[in-house]
Antibody, heavy 121, light 108 residues
Framework: QVQLMQSGAELKKPGASVRVSCKAS????????FTWVRQAPGQGLEWMGW????????KYARTFQGRLAMTTDISTSTAYMELRSLRSDDTAIYYC??????????????WGQGTLVTVSS | SSELTQDPAVSVALGQTVRITCQGDSLRIYYASWYQQKPGQAPILVMYGRNDRPSGIPDRFSGSSSGNTASLTITGAQAEDEADYYC???????????FGGGTKVTVL
């Protein structure tokens, strides 16, 4: 069965960087990309970006331009999301999701369990 | 870029029907997907494409679309359907992805 297993909670100081991993299993990686979404406390879902595992094409939300990097390691079926220059308002749960992106849709059909990132001095 | 607009909250009596809507220019071109999120849990996909349900999603959930509005309908709402529901689609302006602000569904 499809599973996405994310790394554990992180506590970071302002200005630091965080890297969250997402290990996929149960399917052929190149068929789907990864989308990263975050959710601040009590807030809705915010799309951060998407990376293809077929050709490493990437799209980042403008909000994160310059601070965000997404990569994949096909050999270990793992996706990574790194966010730099952290601020207190980056405190959120970060989710990875398996994403099917086509001409007509962008659907996240399986999600990781989420990783809480807390930014505090 | 575009945005997707959802009503913040709706309520429905147990066993009745509720429609959750999602409005945005991108929906004139792209399909919406719908996600259910219960407190403390990750979202799960409940509807995608024209009107497709993932395996394991009850058939009381259905989807439709007209113009710039996509809808998720729960026919015969159950207590376990109480959750936040989010729509998403591709963004027609820059090939990015949009999420709606979410609708909190309360089953009375």
């Amino acid at each position: 069965q499809v599973q996405l297993m994310q790394s554990g909670a992180e506590l970071k100081k302002p200005g630091a960087s965080v890297r969250v991993s997402c290990k996929a299993s149960g399917y052929t990686l190149s068929t789907y990309g990864f989308t990263w979404v975050r959710q601040a406390p009590g807030q809705g879902l915010e799309w951060m970006g998407w990376i293809s595992t077929y050709n490493t094409d990437k799209k980042y939300a403008r909000t994160f331009q310059g601070r965000l990097a997404m990569t994949t390691d096909i050999s270990t079926s793992t996706a990574y999301m790194e966010l730099r220059s952290l601020r207190s308002d980056d405190t959120a749960i970060y989710y990875c999701a398996r994403a099917y992106s086509s001409r007509w849709t962008h659907t996240c059909d399986f999600w990781g369990q989420g990783t809480l990132v807390t930014v505090s001095s | 870029s575009s945005e997707l607009t959802q009503d913040p909250a709706v309520s429905v009596a147990l066993g009745q029907t509720v429609r959750i809507t999602c409005q945005g220019d991108s929906l004139r071109i792209y399909y919406a997907s719908w996600y259910q999120q219960k407190p403390g849990q990750a979202p799960i996909l409940v509807m995608y494409g024209r009107n497709d349900r993932p395996s394991g999603i009850p058939d009381r959930f259905s989807g439709s679309s007209s113009g710039n509005t996509a809808s998720l309908t729960i026919t015969g709402a159950q207590a376990e359907d109480e959750a936040d529901y989010y729509c998403n689609s591709r963004d027609n302006s820059d090939n990015h992805v949009l999420f709606g602000g979410g609708t909190k569904v309360t089953v009375l």
